[in-house]
């Protein structure tokens, strides 16, 4: 018989065995009224080997989107393995998601300062135990952000170019958009890069805003992933997306020619021709109305929803170079 003490998980101080499931508390720090701040970890084991896939969100406290998504994978039991191992953490910056700020009651941007140190700032507290107790059980990190405040993603995915690991995983996983883009400094993303653990990173959205069809990408897509790793438990009829997924080389911001109020007339998504019309900047008197026109031709993966904007604001993130 094989040792089953073998197949023991240990995770933040606590086992879990073979076809257990169990809640353990990432536990970092408490609030400054020294109430306690319970960080769920919500971990699930098939009796049957196989990898380990780690679901993480809110890390920007705002980013409520990712939040959800986790949520409905939990709720719905998508976390529930046929094979292997689900780590579930939908809410990483618990500080700044109590007070739906992004960063850290320091001021310190989480994904800034990865891989942090065990006594260096909270937010680089959060960020070492994560790596250090949490990233090193994970064969796939699966990452979810929104964008900021006022700019909504398209639903998307990005990783750093010639990975064919994440690319095969990238097209199982079906987002409208793959935006190749480099790895940043101190980034959790690139951290885990340095680890050797492939992390798919999913934008959509925008900050402080839950969107139906943002959540449904994410959802459906962690689904096909996860039976395209045979260890989907539940039945999906819709295994295919209704698109083929388009990657992007290279895309650029267009920015505001004047200040003004601001209106977008296309939507996210959609292929637009060079000096197409796609947006307005007015004043508040009625004296000016400017067109604001395409920049080149190209897919709409960003849009500024503010009402009101400076020169110099991006208002577009349009695809220049797709991969052929």
């Known amino acids: 018989m094989q040792d089953i003490k073998s197949d023991i998980l240990t995770i933040l101080g606590e086992q879990i065995k073979p076809g257990e499931s169990k809640e353990v508390n990432f536990d970092v720090a408490n609030l400054h009224t020294s109430s306690a701040v319970n960080v769920p970890v919500i971990i699930e084991r098939s009796k049957k080997p196989g990898p380990t896939v780690l679901f993480t969100a809110g890390i920007h406290g705002d980013e409520v989107n990712g939040v959800e998504i986790i949520r409905q994978l939990i709720a719905k039991g998508i976390n529930k393995p046929k094979i292997g191992t689900i780590i579930c953490m939908p809410v990483i910056n618990i500080f700044g998601f109590i007070n739906l700020k992004r960063e850290f009651p320091d001021g310190r941007d989480l994904n800034r300062v990865f891989p942090g140190s065990p006594g260096g700032s909270l937010a680089g507290r959060v960020a070492h135990k994560l790596v250090n107790e949490v990233v090193p059980h994970a064969d796939l990190i699966i990452d979810f952000h929104t964008g900021g405040s006022g700019r909504f993603n398209a639903p998307q995915l990005r990783f750093s170019k010639d990975n064919k690991e994440l690319n095969d995983l990238a097209k199982a996983f079906g987002a409208p958009f793959v935006l190749y883009s480099k790895n940043l400094s101190k980034s959790f993303r690139t951290t885990c890069y340095k680890l050797g653990k492939p992390l798919l990173l999913f934008e959509g959205g925008k900050s402080f805003h839950i969107d139906d069809v943002v959540t449904n990408s994410g959802v459906n897509g962690s689904k096909r992933v996860l039976k395209h790793l045979g260890m989907l438990k539940t039945v999906f009829k819709s295994s295919k997306p209704k698109k083929e997924c388009i990657f992007i080389n290279d895309s650029k911001w267009q920015r505001a020619k004047y200040s003004g109020m601001f209106k977008a007339s296309t939507a996210i998504g959609l292929h637009v021709k060079k000096e197409d019309i796609i947006g307005n900047i007015t004043d508040p008197y009625g004296k000016f109305n400017y067109f604001v026109r395409a920049s080149n031709t190209g897919y709409i993966i960003n849009i ?21």
């Not at 503010?306 to 052929?324: C, E, M, N």
């Open 304 to 324: 500024n929803e503010s009402p009101i904007v400076y020169q110099g604001d991006a208002l577009f993130h349009i695809t220049t170079k797709l991969k052929r």
